[in-house]
């Protein structure tokens, strides 16, 4: 059996606000395989966004382990986390995080302007192949002005690939987006998981868990459920809704 992607030991993370201490995480133990589509569902105040936030290493936990392709990571310096986010991590948000004043093409360069090595061309050819990937090769000059809401989510998901990570982190990423929308989104990070990616991908909606092949329940800083799904398809589900004039 391969070695998780991701490992996690009783992980705790508390925040303090005045004289409250606050426990976010409570003991919370977790490995994701290579390859895995992992969906973490949970009510708000849950713990589901702390944890996607330590494990894209935007947050360090209080005590546990945390181990990301074999490395160690709960206690690097800020420096090695930031490079371990560049090489390894891609992250897709709610709220796309676009550059307005720059075109589709520019958005999904911009994670290897931190790479060293990486010559313009390179870039350039790189990006193109991660529009491709998401449909959007023919929006590459196009701002965000200029694309819908799904557009500008699929240019976030090119942005995430592009760096080649061994994990795609995403927030909500159909929180903003209508139904047919959201299925589109899912259509593709089920295409890119079929590629060998994996994927953690947190929402509160049902209808988005019912489209990885896993699902984690996180309720009071602890995960109360880890099961495996099978997965419905994306891709028929928009075949349907165009079957019905729901396009």
């Known amino acids: 059996m391969a070695a998780p992607m991701l490992a996690v030991r009783g992980l705790t993370k508390n925040y303090r606000l005045g004289d409250i201490e606050f426990q976010a995480l409570r003991g919370v133990d977790l490995d994701v395989a290579p390859g895995e589509f992992v969906a973490v ?42 490079l371990v986010r560049n090489r390894k991590l891609g992250f897709v948000f709610q709220s796309f995080n676009l550059l307005k004043r720059t075109s589709a093409l520019e958005n999904v360069e911009l994670p290897l302007l931190y790479r060293k090595g990486v010559s313009n061309r390179e870039a350039r050819d790189r990006a193109m192949d991660a529009l491709k990937a998401v449909g959007l090769a023919d929006r590459w000059r196009s701002h965000p ?15 995430s690939m592009v760096n080649d990570p061994v994990v795609i982190l995403a927030d909500e990423p159909t929180g903003n987006l209508d139904t047919r929308t959201s299925l589109d989104i899912m259509e593709v990070f089920q295409g890119l998981n079929a590629r060998g990616i994996t994927i953690v991908l947190v929402t509160h909606e049902p209808d988005i868990m019912r489209f990885a092949g ?15 799904n099978a997965p419905a398809s994306a891709r028929a589900q928009v075949a349907a809704l165009a079957a019905r004039g729901e396009d």
């Open 41 to 82: 569902g949970g009510p708000s105040g849950s713990g589901k966004s702390t944890l996607m936030n330590v494990l894209g290493c935007l947050d360090v936990p209080t005590t546990g382990s945390y181990h990301l392709d074999g490395e160690s990571v709960e206690r690097l310096t800020a420096d090695h986390l930031a």
């Open 145 to 159: 002005n200029q694309l819908s809401g799904g557009q500008q989510q699929r240019v976030a998901i090119a942005r």
């Open 214 to 228: 896993r699902h984690v329940v996180v309720r009071d800083g602890r995960i109360v459920k880890d099961a495996p």
